[in-house]
């Protein structure tokens, strides 16, 4: 009973031991231990606690001093790490830097841990500087130049050929754009001019034919070309006047066409007329005393019982241009639509190249 006894309370005595040994604890680590002036190291605080426990670190402000000559210049938090036996680690890092060449010694740093102060054990933070030998200066360079990257073919590469092509066209716009400078324009504005109206010219016709030419009825070919000429007058009038081509039909075509819209009665003395002058044409018909006088009024009454007054004084005369010109022409507007598309590719080349170069050399 006895031993049993002396075994129970040596298994409390040891169980009472690792509690204690798993209680809250602070340690703290440096690395690097040395650094030179100016160069930078990390305090790593790290707090061991219940889970649920709470624990808050030392808060220090960029450019604080944790000790006198050494610097903080930030603090971040790593997280909470799970542990055995229901523990947990929550680490918080230091950045620490210096400008002075000594042994530092860096005080404790305190974590409370749910309502008690917890304290890790001093670090030492050696800061060396680098040596200057006075005693031969020659060997002391000045700073270098700003070094250039090195050259890289393949960043270069597209920039170049486009430049290569951009030059080719630039000469190509260059070549048409002279072709299209020794090709001169064709000009030819459109013209108005004052036109007769088709019974004026009719009347101008009749006019000089009965002032010039007065038809002897003993000579056959003075009466033929005299109808000749009246039924030529009164067939372009016609032409002009209702629209069909008169001076390609025969005199019965016409007469027919006419009965549409001109009056009965002026159309049996224009078909008279024109009968008389198919016999004189080509039947060798002598005409009549006075007939010829008669059919020339039948005429002029016809044109002035159709005549249309009102009718535009001022005709539009459009330029005509030969084959050799309407070729050039056609030449001049491809040369310039092709001009057009090559300036056009040639801005957007170049604003791509400079943009490139200019992202290659920021």
């Not at 020659?138 to 050929?161: C, D, H, I, R």
């Not at 716009?173 to 109206?197: A, E, M, Q, S, W």
């Not at 000749?228 to 006047?241: C, F, G, P, Q």
Request: one cysteine or more; aromatic letters at 10%; proline letters at 4%.
């Amino acid at each position: 009973m006895k031993y049993r006894l002396f075994v129970l309370l040596f298994i409390q005595f040891l169980g009472h031991l690792v509690i204690q040994a798993q209680k809250a604890s602070v340690e703290a680590t440096i690395n690097p231990i040395e650094i030179l002036v100016g160069e930078q190291t990390q305090v790593r605080l790290t707090a061991t606690m219940k889970e649920g426990g709470t624990a808050v670190f030392p808060v220090f402000k960029a450019g604080q001093y944790l000790t006198p000559g050494v610097e903080v210049l930030a603090s971040t938090e790593e997280g909470v790490h799970e542990k055995e036996n229901g523990f947990v680690e929550r680490s918080v890092v230091y950045t620490l830097t210096s400008f002075e060449d000594t042994l530092y010694y860096l005080p404790p740093l305190e974590v409370i841990i749910d309502g008690q102060s917890c304290k890790s054990k001093s670090l030492a933070l050696k800061v060396l500087t680098v040596e200057v030998d006075t005693l031969h200066p020659e060997k002391f360079y000045g700073p270098k130049n700003v070094q250039n990257n090195p050259f890289l073919w393949e960043e270069w590469s597209l920039s170049f050929w486009l430049s290569v092509f951009l030059l080719v066209l630039l000469t190509i716009g260059y070549y048409l754009y002279l072709r299209l400078h020794d090709n001169k324009p064709i000009i030819r504005p459109i013209r108005f001019v004052k036109r007769l109206l088709p019974h004026q010219r009719a009347m101008q016709e009749i006019e000089t034919l009965r002032a010039d030419l007065r038809p002897e009825d003993d000579n056959q070919e003075s009466l033929k070309l005299y109808y000749t000429k009246l039924t030529d007058a009164l067939r372009k009038y016609i032409e002009e006047r209702y629209g069909f081509s008169a001076m390609e039909m025969t005199s019965s075509q016409i007469i027919d066409h006419l009965m549409k819209s001109a009056d009965a009665k002026s159309l049996e003395e224009l078909r008279h007329l024109f009968q008389t002058a198919d016999l004189v044409k080509f039947a060798k018909y002598s005409t009549l005393i006075n007939e010829n006088d008669a059919n020339l009024m039948s005429a002029i009454e016809f044109i002035n019982e159709t005549k249309q007054e009102n009718e535009p004084v001022v005709q539009e005369v459009k330029p005509t241009f030969t084959e050799e010109e309407q070729r050039s022409r056609t030449q001049r507007n491809v040369l310039k639509r092709t001009i057009l598309g090559v300036a056009l590719i040639g801005t957007g080349l170049l604003a791509y190249i400079v943009y490139s170069l200019y992202m290659l050399l920021a």
